[in-house]
């Protein structure tokens, strides 16, 4: 079992609809979960954080977290073409900043017009 | 706030040669900076832990002697890539965290990553 699952899409959503992205974890421990934003031929820019049980919005973004489900997702409303991108699950056993991230594979996301 | 940069963007270079690649955090100094690769459509793999006044932490199936870490100051880490081969064209990322404070806890910022091709 990977430690960090996504589905890897991809997920088509059309413009101005909600786009919903999954993720699972293994480790109960996990402490921090992050979703990054990854353009093709980028490096990934960090979208969400989120530490505590339930939903954290931030404009169009928003981050829920399920600790008992091993659960986190990320939901993307009034999506634009400019969404379209892979986005990665990360995923964090302690607060420390010498603490290393796990990544999931990431979902590629199409926003069609 | 919390840029990292990453110098060069792009390199070809020719097999045999090495290749260095810096990674700065601008704003922020970083005693742990993050080394990661990743081939096409494929997700960020963790190579090593950069740890400054001390050696790297590689993971495992990473060979130390072909990938050398150095983190000389809290500011700068560099990933030089010896004697380079087809097989490692590449793009190389690196990252650093600031130390957590409030509720920022353990935010790794990316560098724009470097695209390494070996001919």
């Known amino acids: 079992q990977k430690e960090v699952e996504q589905n890897s899409g991809p997920l088509s959503v059309p413009e101005g609809a909600i786009a919903s992205l999954n993720c699972t974890y293994s480790?109960?421990?996990?402490?921090?979960f992050f979703w990054y934003r990854q353009y093709s031929g980028k490096s990934p820019e960090l979208i969400m954080s989120?530490?505590?049980?339930g939903d954290k919005e931030d404009g169009r973004f928003t981050a829920q977290l399920n600790k008992a489900s091993q659960y986190v997702s990320l939901l993307i409303r009034d999506s634009q073409p400019s969404d379209s991108a892979t986005y990665l699950c990360?995923?964090?056993?302690?607060?420390?900043?010498?603490?290393?991230?796990?990544f999931g594979s990431g979902t590629r996301l199409s926003i069609r017009p | 706030g919390a840029v990292v940069s990453q110098h060069p963007s792009r390199v070809i270079c020719k097999s045999g040669t090495s290749v260095k690649i810096e990674c700065r955090s601008l704003?922020?100094?970083?005693?742990?900076m993050f080394w990661y690769r990743q081939f096409p459509k494929q997700s960020l793999m963790l190579m090593a832990t950069?740890?400054?006044?001390?050696?790297?932490?590689?993971e495992q199936g990473v060979e130390k002697d072909k990938f050398l870490i150095n983190h000389a100051s809290l500011t700068l880490s560099t990933l030089t890539v010896t004697s380079a081969h087809p097989e490692d064209s590449s793009f190389y990322i690196c990252?650093?965290?600031?130390?957590?404070?409030?509720?920022?806890?353990?935010?790794?910022?990316f560098g724009a990553g470097t695209r390494l091709s070996v001919l």
């Open positions: 990360a995923v964090n056993k302690g607060y420390s900043s010498a603490s290393k991230i796990i």
């Open positions: 989120i530490y505590s049980n």
């Open positions: 704003d922020f100094q970083a005693t742990t």
């Open positions: 950069s740890n400054e006044g001390s050696k790297a932490t590689y």
């Open positions: 480790d109960r421990v996990s402490q921090s």
């Open positions: 990252s650093a965290s600031p130390s957590p404070t409030g509720s920022a806890k353990n935010i790794q910022y």
